[in-house]
């Protein structure tokens, strides 16, 4: 990487910390701390305001995106952060169910991921794109087991609104990051040919990598309805889960390594297939941990979960690369938008799932049907043909110069 290019990947992965960190702090308390509030004692409602978050930013995400492409990446990125630290706020100030659901709504109005990833893909060249596509998959598996170790106690000195309150913060911190600390976004965005939304639907391989973000997160927020009782049943209090989250995070960012070499030797395609088989091979050995009846070593647990981030992460670094590689230059903050929107939306049926599932089904039948998604996923992604640099630097250019989709 060029020393701007550094700048600018390390940079924006703060934006995304910052932003994580927040969401992640109040996930593992919301639905206990929200049982104290008037109308809490409605689980329906509970459920709702927590995944009302991921709804609205699932239909904001591609405007967003689109926003991002004729406006500017980083004036859109401003305003989204300032939004979703409103929202903050008026969750930190909210005394009813009610009032924290318009807050987390209002959170998920500051969809800034997809114009974020943006601005991310034009300040690198192809041939780092994936390792700083990595930097950000990565930060976001740090903030999300840093979250876990951090959410208790913070939790027991400042209550739920005390967290929210810190989110507002660190939003607003990552509007100075934006300011002051990522580089000048490229000029030609602010008059670059524009086409319609709806060509970001028309490549077969860019809704192959739309469905694969969908089923990545919906999988990754339904398993951990039924993952912390199965460490608690491999012996490890609740207030200790992170001492198996964050090894298993941060070794899995070793494993990165493997990822850039398959990049490096044309061989991008068999990594993608390879992390989803991972993410699949969890499912299944999930499912038969639960199943056998016996209380599994929590060694077994750690490298279950370790696997499962070697996975994560890999796919949080590959399928954004590749949706900014594969889209034509003038649609890629509408074609990341799109993508964006279906990961949100995998985030809000995850939720849902996950508690449909382990209520109608058990955790074995709840990872029985994680599993079939994830077969289904590397059906769905087996034809898919990545562009190799050249190509994609070729195609990017015919496509601006051109003002027409690129060939896939």
């Known amino acids: 990487m060029t020393p701007l290019e550094r700048r600018s990947s390390i940079s924006l992965a703060l934006i995304f910390a910052l932003r994580m960190l927040g969401l992640f702090l109040v996930l593992p308390v919301f639905a206990l701390e929200a049982r104290k509030y008037p109308g809490g004692d409605d689980p329906a409602m509970v459920g709702m305001a927590m995944g009302i978050y991921g709804l609205t930013q699932a239909f904001l995400q591609l405007p ?15 305003i989204g952060l300032l939004v979703y630290a409103a929202g903050s706020l008026v969750a930190a100030m909210a005394d009813s169910l009610n009032g924290l659901l318009i807050g987390r709504a209002l959170q998920g109005a500051g969809a800034v991921s997809a114009a974020v990833t943006a601005l991310l893909a034009d300040q690198t060249r192809d041939s780092v794109r994936t390792k700083a596509m990595a930097l950000v998959g ?4 740090l903030m999300f087991a840093l979250a876990l170790v ?42 670059a040919p524009h086409g319609r939304a709806i060509d970001a639907w028309k490549h077969p391989d860019l809704l192959r990598l739309n469905f694969g973000v969908f089923v990545l997160h919906t999988v990754q927020m339904s398993m951990w309805v039924a993952v ?3 460490i608690v049943q491999a012996g490890l209090p609740k207030s200790e889960h992170w001492h198996i989250y964050l090894p298993a995070v941060v070794l899995s960012f070793a494993a990165m390594g493997g990822l850039f070499s398959m990049e490096r030797k044309g061989r991008l395609r068999a990594a993608l297939l390879g992390a989803i088989s991972l993410v699949l091979i969890v499912q299944v050995a999930l499912g038969l941990l639960y199943s056998s009846g016996s209380t599994p070593p929590l060694a077994v647990m750690g490298v279950v979960l370790f696997v499962f981030f ?3 992460n890999a796919l949080e ?11 034509p230059a003038h649609l890629r903050g509408a074609a990341l938008g799109s993508y964006n929107t279906l990961q949100s939306l995998g985030l809000f049926a995850g939720g849902a799932l996950g508690g449909l599932l382990i209520k109608s089904l058990g955790a074995p039948g ?16 087996w034809p898919l043909r990545p562009l190799g640099r050249a190509e994609a630097a070729k195609a990017a250019s015919q496509s601006t110069a051109n003002n027409i989709p690129a060939a896939h």
């Open 366 to 381: 709840l990872f029985g049907v994680t599993a079939t998604m994830c077969a289904i996923w590397l059906l769905v992604t």
């Open 228 to 230: 912390p009782a199965l």
């Open 64 to 78: 967003v995106g689109i926003a991002s492409d004729r406006f500017g990446r980083k004036r859109v990125i401003v």
């Open 138 to 141: 990565g930060s976001i598996g």
């Open 317 to 327: 670094a590959t399928q954004p690369s590749l949706v900014s590689r594969m889209a």
């Open 310 to 312: 070697c996975g994560f």
């Open 150 to 191: 951090l959410a208790p106690a913070l939790t027991a000195l400042a209550g739920l609104s005390g967290l929210f309150g810190i989110t507002c913060a660190l939003a607003l911190a990552g509007v100075a990051v934006i300011i002051w600390v990522v580089p000048p976004e490229p000029a030609r965005h602010a008059d």
